[in-house]
């Protein structure tokens, strides 16, 4: 079974600070995503990220897709309230077509004012 | 605009009852899904679905069943609903393949009593 770890699973910081959020796996991805979800909505995407070392911004966000596929990264600057919510990232398998995307368990982000 | 509509956005059911859970998208998507979420346990997918009359087993099928009889419609049946399958329910929609967006209807709150 393929797993995608996410880490940390909660955070809890000032406006202002920064933050990043992990994603890693033993297994190869051929895209990830991240997606956010507010309290009682579904997830929105964010981002994709499909080239190994491919790097996106967002705004205040940055997002990193590691050299071997296997792992990725999200970083806020100067956190704002509305960046509270459940971040999730979500891998679509390499070579496995007909799969869904696998989805790792989110980071629950919480920015006080 | 994109659009993923789940039936209800609550629901209370009784145990032992047969419980419908309707998806519809309109953006002509080929690929269906239904996940549900728990606290500390993420996104688990339960089925989904490619093609119509097509149906695959996800992580978590025990207790479910699905319909896909149109393209835009995809239903969660649960046999005979059971108190732990109290849960936020999600459906979503993508095109192929796998690693395009997926687009998350708002969630139905299902509690079994």
């Known amino acids: 079974t393929q797993l995608l770890e996410q880490s940390p699973q909660f955070l809890s910081i000032q406006e202002g600070e920064n933050l990043t959020v992990y994603c890693n796996s033993s297994s190869v991805f051929s895209s990830l995503q991240w997606y956010r979800q507010e309290p009682g909505e579904g997830p929105v995407l964010l981002v994709t990220?499909?080239?190994?070392?491919e790097v996106k911004k967002l705004k205040r966000l940055t997002f990193q897709f590691g050299d071997a596929r296997k792992d990725s990264s999200l970083h806020i600057t100067a956190a704002q309230t509305g960046d509270t919510g459940l971040y999730l990232c979500?891998?679509?398998?390499?070579?496995?077509?007909?799969?869904?995307?696998?989805f790792g368990k989110g980071t629950t982000l919480s920015v006080s004012s | 605009d994109v659009k993923v509509t789940q039936s209800s956005r609550y629901l209370v059911k009784r145990t032992g009852e047969k419980v419908f859970l309707e998806c519809v998208q309109d953006?002509?998507?080929?690929?269906m899904f239904w996940y549900r979420q728990d606290p500390g346990l993420g996104l688990r997918l339960i089925y989904f679905s490619y093609d119509v009359k097509m149906k695959e087993k996800g992580d978590i099928p025990e207790g479910y069943s699905v319909s896909r009889e149109k393209k835009e419609r995809f239903s969660l049946i649960l046999e005979s609903a059971s108190t732990n399958q109290t849960s936020m329910y999600l459906c979503a929609s993508s095109l192929v393949p796998v690693n395009t967006e997926a687009f998350f209807g708002q969630g139905t709150r299902l509690t079994v009593v």
């Open positions: 953006m002509d998507h080929e690929n």
């Open positions: 979500a891998g679509a398998p390499a070579n496995q077509a007909g799969t869904a995307l696998i």
């Open positions: 990220v499909v080239t190994g070392g």
